[in-house]
T-cell receptor, first 116, second 114 residues
Framework: AQTVTQSQPEMSVQEAETVTLSCTYDTSESDYYLFWYKQPPSRQMILVIRQEAYKQQNATENRFSVNFQKAAKSFSLKISDSQLGDAAMYFCAYRSFEGGSEKLVFGKGMKLTVNP | EAQVTQNPRYLITVTGKKLTVTCSQNMNHEYMSWYRQDPGLGLRQIYYSMNVEVTDKGDVPEGYKVSRKEKRNFPLILESPSPNQTSLYFC?????????????FGPGTRLTVL
């Protein structure tokens, strides 16, 4: 079964600085999809960025970018120019299609604090 | 407005009293799913449905039932709730055109079982 590991339960960053959130996963599949979701205090789950495993190029979305290392099964999220509104729980997720069924597996999450 | 709605948003109930949490989406999505979120455990998939009348277990299905009689609705049923089902529940949906599609999440239902 696929697993997703976020080893750091909490991190903090100063406003305007850069922070990197780590995520590793375990799978035997060759084609899959990876996601980072943000959950602010409102509890709403918001997609931040996504990556297709067969694409070598790292995904970017404005201040958010990923470092996808397929061989190492690593999918870290970099937030540049951190803003107060970036404070939230961040979840890494893996979407698989093993055996014809589709599942989304989440990591345990990481709480990001942004200090003014 | 494209959205996933859940009702109720908050529910306090007692052990053994059957309850249903409704989920509805207006985006004509084929895929729908239920998750529970617990502190320190992240989100875990309970059940999912790839289309009408097609449902399957996720990672933590014990104590839950679902049905998918219409494309837009995917209710979560707790036949005999227990305190260990106290949690935050999310419904989500996405088009079934491959895994790259974003899953749209509902606002969540906070359930407390006494």
């Amino acid at each position: 079964a696929q697993t997703v590991t976020q080893s750091q339960p909490e991190m903090s960053v100063q406003e305007a600085e850069t922070v990197t959130l780590s995520c590793t996963y375990d799978t035997s599949e060759s084609d899959y999809y990876l996601f980072w979701y943000k959950q602010p205090p409102s509890r709403q789950m918001i997609l931040v960025i996504r990556q297709e495993a067969y694409k070598q190029q790292n995904a970017t979305e404005n201040r958010f970018s990923v470092n996808f290392q397929k061989a190492a099964k690593s999918f870290s999220l970099k937030i540049s120019d951190s803003q107060l509104g970036d404070a939230a729980m961040y979840f890494c997720a893996y979407r698989s299609f093993e055996g014809g069924s589709e599942k989304l597996v989440f990591g345990k999450g990481m709480k990001l604090t942004v200090n003014p | 407005e494209a959205q996933v709605t859940q009702n109720p948003r908050y529910l306090i109930t007692v052990t053994g009293k059957k309850l249903t949490v409704t989920c509805s989406q207006n985006m004509n999505h084929e895929y729908m799913s239920w998750y529970r979120q617990d502190p320190g455990l992240g989100l875990r998939q309970i059940y999912y449905s790839m289309n009408v009348e097609v449902t399957d277990k996720g990672d933590v299905p014990e104590g839950y039932k679902v049905s998918r009689k219409e494309k837009r609705n995917f209710p979560l049923i707790l036949e005999s709730p227990s305190p260990n089902q106290t949690s935050l529940y999310f419904c989500a949906s996405s088009p079934w055109t491959g895994g790259f599609n974003e899953q749209f999440f509902g606002p969540g239902t906070r359930l407390t079982v006494l």
